[in-house]
């Protein structure tokens, strides 16, 4: 038993799991309930998981805003109900005319400030259900796009597949702002190849400063249970500020100090002089105030 620590964990989440399901597990190996993730990975998905135990489950819901890179594998010729290989197939078109240039205008479309459609298949809530649940129950609701931010997207390899050679599985190196659907980003590539599109691998590779090199698999972590320390955590994570011990004592009451540099609501890390993590600080209009307090 573990109880008592507070700290992330970063692990590599195995297929067929869900991040509920590895939430669980780190709950047993912490010995404790207070236990969350930052940024669902879907089942069939594999890779960085942010799991926060004790006090650094208040970090992740910032951690959640941060910037995520995945490698993905897109089959285009084939578009399934959930967008992913994990669903029904809803339609097929040979993808043979699709060419290194046509893919390249298409993939170049995707990229940058983009409105995306969420999958039909998602955690979203629509009056107060989960988009999922609505979709299974038959009354699939009319998801609105979003704006997000695709900063990378980066074909890496393309094969023929398939029986006969009629469908394309495009490699690709995604990175891509919170809230980004990478089985979106499949459905849509197809859509505009005008030959359907879903995602078959995903892999994600980093979350905010949170790489594989440094995830351990839930076996390694049920031999030697490692947590990144809340300080550490959070200096990996955010821009740093250093305290003085009075800016520390007022800081921890929840005063406001004023800014170190004039910010533009970006979460600092903000340290005592001993260390100790106080709490993360927003800074806007010359004043940084805490967003959370830990000590």
Do not use: W
Request: charged share 20%; aromatic share 4%; with cysteine.
């Amino acid at each position: 038993m573990t109880g008592g620590i507070s700290g992330l964990v970063i692990v590599d989440k195995p297929g067929g799991m869900t991040s509920h399901d590895v939430v669980a597990r780190i709950r047993r190996l912490a010995g404790t309930r207070r236990v969350g993730h930052a940024g669902t990975l879907d089942p069939m998905a594999t890779g960085v998981l942010v799991v926060g135990v004790g006090k650094a489950t208040r970090l992740l819901g910032y951690l959640t805003l941060t910037e995520k890179q995945y490698d993905a594998t897109i089959r285009l010729g084939q578009s399934t109900s959930t967008d992913d290989a994990e669903g029904e197939l809803t339609g097929t078109a040979p993808a043979v005319h699709v060419t290194g240039e046509t893919l390249a205008r298409a993939v170049n479309g995707l990229t940058g400030e983009i409105r995306q459609v969420p999958p039909a298949v998602s955690a979203i809530k629509v009056d107060g259900q989960r988009a999922y649940r609505l979709t299974r129950s038959g009354a699939a609701p009319e998801l609105k796009a979003r704006t997000v931010t695709v900063c990378e997207f980066t074909v890496t390899a393309v094969r023929p597949a398939g029986d006969d050679g009629d469908l394309l599985d495009v490699e690709a190196t995604v990175r891509c702002s919170s809230g980004t659907y990478i089985r979106a980003l499949a459905r849509d590539l197809g859509r505009e190849l005008g030959t359907g599109g879903h995602l078959t691998r995903l892999r994600r590779t980093r979350v905010g400063g949170y790489g594989l090199s440094t995830a351990r698999t839930l076996e390694q972590l049920a031999g030697r249970f490692e947590v990144v320390p809340l300080a550490r955590a959070a200096a990996a994570a955010f821009p740093r500020r250093d305290l003085s011990a009075d800016e520390a004592r007022r800081l921890a009451h929840g005063a406001r100090l004023p800014a170190a540099a004039e910010g533009a609501g970006i979460p600092t890390a903000a340290y005592a002089p001993d260390g100790t993590l106080v709490a993360l600080l927003t800074e806007q209009h010359g004043q940084a105030r805490p967003l959370v307090v830990f000590a």
